[in-house]
């Protein structure tokens, strides 16, 4: 076993034992050693466990992380004003996601 999957077993460890703190600081050490598709799978794990913990400003930072990486999907900045809304207000939410139509006028998801 290599040393990722041994850190991704002791994530689910963690998670099993519902140690949240302790799989969020494993994620976001592991998160810095990767790049690509593998920091952003770990982003969007953080992001999950954020939004079940409603750790809003830590689900923010993963969110605008997640979106500098990927802008080019949506979901990334639907999932953002939705942590800026609960971290910051629903008018600074709003005006992420005016941001969000100018590349996505199509995504009636956004629109709502």
Known sequence: ???I???INEISGYLELEMV???????QGLEKELSGVQRAQFLALRLKICRQTERWDDMR????????????EPE???NEADAVRHAES?????ELL????????ANDHIKF
């Open 76 to 78: 990334v900045w639907i």
């Open 5 to 7: 999957e041994r850190r």
């Open 98 to 105: 005016l941001k969000a139509e100018e590349h996505f006028p």
């Open 61 to 72: 930072d993963a969110a605008n992380t997640l979106r500098r990486m990927v802008p080019q």
């Open 90 to 94: 629903l008018e600074a939410a709003t």
């Open 1 to 3: 076993m290599d040393s």
């Open 21 to 27: 703190e302790e799989a969020l600081e494993e994620i």
